[in-house]
């Protein structure tokens, strides 16, 4: 019977890696869904031999209520809202909530100012994507933001890696794109389902790995890093 549990962010992309094998391509580009993946992304990719960046993404909490997600936004003031808590809180604090995601806009963009500065990003139109997360959370807000930004950009082939998502998420992620996981129980409580260690990520550790994969010595041939032509 495969091993469940997982060390570290570092192993759980060493064992993504190992699935990625049908979306590893010429043109294939890696980004980590927000500051906490980008660990797990930068293993998948360095064993993959693929270029690296980060899509930032900032959860939005209901008003009040730090542990209850409604949504989330990411570059290009793209945002996604969860249906069922936004009804639930709209009612009697619509403004709050209108509130909420402003300040995340503002928090996202001061997060991609420390991850990336003044780089421009990797560009994905007609690319293979795969968008790599550490862990599930928040019913999946930030997957679905980074999918819809993903789409917006005309990735010509979208993969999600995670390593583990509850079974009814997990079915309707397929609906939208290729799914690659270690495992897809019934339930997973939290980002950490599964893994032995699980330290938060600060900027400057994100910061580091995404220096470090710009100058990959893992690649046989050059990266083409260039943004996505202007439209």
């Known amino acids: 019977m495969p091993r469940t549990q997982i060390r570290d962010r570092h192993e759980a992309g060493s064992r993504l890696a190992g699935r990625l094998a049908p979306w590893t391509q010429p043109d294939t580009v890696v ?5 906490d993946a980008v660990p797990t992304a ?15 993404v900032v959860n939005v909490p209901a008003p009040g209520r730090s542990d209850v997600i409604v949504g989330a936004v990411t570059e290009n003031r793209i945002r996604v809202s969860d249906p069922y808590q936004v009804a639930h809180f709209a009612a009697e604090r619509g403004s709050e909530l209108d509130s909420q995601f402003r300040t995340a806009f ?11 500065g003044d780089r421009t990003p990797i560009g994905v139109k007609g690319r293979t994507l795969i968008l790599v997360s550490d862990g599930f959370r928040a019913r999946g807000a930030d997957i679905d933001a980074a999918i819809a930004w993903a789409q917006m950009h005309q990735a010509a082939r979208i993969a999600v890696a995670v390593p583990f998502v509850p079974r009814e998420a997990a079915a309707r992620l397929r609906k939208k794109v290729d799914l690659v996981t270690l495992g897809e129980p019934e339930d997973v ?5 599964g893994y032995e260690e699980f330290h938060p990520v600060d900027a400057h550790e994100a910061a580091a790995l995404l220096e470090t994969a710009r100058h990959p010595i893992w690649a046989t041939e050059p990266f083409d890093m260039s943004p996505d032509p202007a439209t």
């Open 31 to 35: 980004l980590a869904i927000g500051r």
């Open 42 to 56: 930068f293993q998948a990719a360095r064993l993959i031999g693929a270029p690296l960046d980060v899509l930032v």
């Open 106 to 116: 503002a928090r996202l963009r001061d997060s991609v100012a420390l991850l990336r």
């Open 189 to 193: 409580e939290s980002p950490r389902h």
